[in-house]
């Protein structure tokens, strides 16, 4: 019986040890920058395509593309998420 018990508490126990460790380095991670107009307009031509964009700029695309043109300008975009100050006491 102790043998059974231990066969199956060892996996879980590391399983929920793991994904606690993960969850904190996750935690503790600081928001990413988006990245700039120059980083995404991969061709360099001054404006964003369809093929140049991903995730949520992507999936808006048309909503953003006020003139209809098919492509992006930098003043077009929308201003970049702000993320909330880090709470430092957390980290300690």
Do not use: W, Y
């Not at 793991?18 to 031509?45: H, K, M, W």
């Not at 003139?67 to 077009?76: F, K, R």
């Amino acid at each position: 019986m102790k043998a059974v018990l231990s066969t199956l508490c060892l996996p879980l126990i590391t399983t929920v040890t793991l994904a606690l460790f993960s969850a904190q380095s996750l935690a503790e991670q600081p928001p990413r920058e988006p990245p700039s107009f120059e980083q995404l307009d991969i061709n360099g031509d001054g404006v964003l395509t369809k093929d140049e964009v991903r995730g949520p700029l992507e999936n808006d695309f048309d909503r953003f593309d006020k003139d209809s043109s098919g492509s992006l300008t930098e003043d077009e975009l929308p201003e970049p998420p702000n993320h909330p100050p880090r709470d430092e006491s957390r980290e300690k």
